[in-house]
């Protein structure tokens, strides 16, 4: 921001933005929890997934993995069916990566600390940030996409190019340090509701970027080739290259890097899930 923030500045941004969390605040079922292993939950099926095709998904996680032990403990091929949906199987993998590593490190607890949540695998800065807000209160600064727009909206509407490094101090300096869970959702429902509108204030972000479409990408046609395997255990090669009506070397490609990845094995030239 070009010009200084003034306690007045901060006060109206803050009403603008709780204003609207009173009136329109979303109820969604992970913020209706305290359990640190259900926020982490949500928090992984966020990432790069829109909010309604998490919803339900989520409930269904939990009812087949209530604890963190529950998912350390499960076959991978259980955990990928019932990620089936949710696209970016790498995270399903991630996150019972992470559960395992908490029961072997945390006895069991997953620790609060942001430093120590960074630790864990597929958590990076902002869901560590995230989890430690929601799940145990800890106020520290973090941006994700909506609260983004809210920031560049209010604070750069005459700029384009705006980078993080620009937003992230004001983030600290508008943040409410006794209630940040009850702040942080109000940011990002005041986010989604701007980015509804004609003109997305996140377009203006130098950190934007047009995601490719699901369609047609390599992306689909992994996600395919572990749909098969999970539906037909010890599938061929040859089986489901005509299944799929992949290319030979395309599907070879995708099975080495599947497999260097931890998703599947390779036995007598059939296929399972690790």
Known sequence: MDTPVTTEDVNLFRNTVLDHYRTHGRRLPWRETRDPYAILVSEIMLQQTQVDRVREKYLEFLAV??????????????????????????????????????????????????VELE??????????????????????????????????????????LVRDADILPLVGLTLDR???????????????????????????SAHHVRQSPFRGSNREQRSLILRSILAEPGVTRSRLEQELRLEAALLARNLEQLEKEGFIREESDRLWIA
């Not at 399903?92 to 590593?101: E, F, I, P, T």
């Not at 920031?151 to 509407?157: A, E, K, S």
Request: proline share 7%; hydrophobic share 40%.
């Open 65 to 114: 993995f209530p604890t963190l032990r529950d998912l350390a403990q499960a076959e991978l091929s259980r955990v990928l069916s019932v990620w089936q949906g949710l696209g970016y199987n790498r995270r399903a993998v991630s996150l019972q990566q992470c559960a395992r590593v908490v029961l072997e490190r945390f006895h069991g607890t997953l620790p609060r600390e942001v």
């Open 119 to 160: 630790s864990l695998p597929g958590i990076g800065p902002y869901t560590a940030r995230a989890v430690a807000a929601f799940a145990f209160d800890v106020a520290t600064p973090f941006i994700e996409t909506n609260i983004r727009s809210v920031f560049i909206q209010h604070f750069f509407p005459d700029r384009d």
């Open 178 to 204: 006794d209630d940040p869970r009850r702040w942080y959702y109000a940011l990002m429902d005041y986010g989604a509701h701007l980015k509804r509108g004609r003109a997305n204030p996140g377009r203006k």
